[in-house]
T-cell receptor, first 110, second 112 residues
Framework: KNEVEQSPQNLTAQEGEFITINCSYS?????LHWLQQHPGGGIVSLFM???GKKKHGRLIATINIQEKHSSLHITASHPRDSAVYIC????????????FGQGTRLTINP | NAGVMQNPRHLVRRRGQEARLRCSPM?????VYWYRQLPEEGLKFMVY????????ESGMPKERFSAEFPKEGPSILRIQQVVRGDSAAYFC??????????FGPGTRLLVL
């Protein structure tokens, strides 16, 4: 079993829909990252969370440390949001290395 | 403030050659991380370095791979005697102490 699990693996939605991507982890962490990767492209850090909730534009990230679960929400989704979204955790033990989920491929149709 | 720079962006090597991948961290960042993304697979940690020191290399293959982050200049990931299985995207990230990691654009290595 992977230390970081994301769901769903693939998600297709219509423009304007509210999107939720989930991440569960089984290890002790000091922080959790949400990353975005466009096809053939680089990786953009969207959020780093250690508790609570963060918002940036149409993106919202939440984390529940007790339940070892985080969600990434996109409001009013747009085709340009189409990308792979990756959850990654910083282990409490293990210096500063990130452990990644397998990613969620999001496609927003116009 | 320039972001994390990686070069080259694309690198083609024949089997048995050496590949050198460079990473210049963001200004003020002294922590560098290398990650590998194999085709159709997720990202995997390779190595974590601070200036002149390897902090954690638990993700590095035991042979042919090495990394350095000298006092002056970029961090270098070196792959000797490349094989087809080394074809992947190699991402570098940098951070300050206990801060968000910022990723570079990656180097796509293709071994023929």
């Amino acid at each position: 079993k992977n230390e970081v699990e994301q769901s769903p693996q693939n998600l297709t939605a219509q423009e304007g829909e509210f999107i939720t991507i989930n991440c569960s982890y089984s290890v002790g962490i000091s922080a959790l990252h949400w990353l975005q990767q466009h096809p053939g492209g680089g990786i953009v850090s969207l959020f780093m969370l250690s508790s609570g909730k963060k918002k940036h534009g149409r993106l919202i990230a939440t984390i529940n440390i007790q339940e070892k679960h985080s969600s990434l929400h996109i409001t009013a989704s747009h085709p340009r949001d189409s990308a792979v979204y990756i959850c990654a955790v910083l282990l409490i033990q293990g210096a500063q290395k990130l452990v990644f989920g397998q990613g969620t491929r999001l496609t927003i149709n116009p | 403030n320039a972001g994390v720079m990686q070069n080259p962006r694309h690198l083609v090597r024949r089997r048995g050659q050496e590949a050198r991948l460079r990473c210049s961290p963001m200004k003020g960042h002294s922590h560098v991380y290398w990650y590998r993304q194999l085709p159709e697979e997720g990202l995997k940690f390779m190595v974590y370095l601070q200036k002149e020191n390897i902090i954690d290399e638990s993700g590095m293959p035991k042979e042919r791979f090495s990394a350095e982050f000298p006092k002056e200049g970029p961090s270098i990931l070196r792959i000797q005697q490349v094989v087809r299985g080394d074809s992947a995207a190699y991402f570098c990230a940098s951070s300050g102490a206990m801060e968000t990691q910022y990723f570079g654009p990656g180097t796509r290595l293709l071994v023929l």
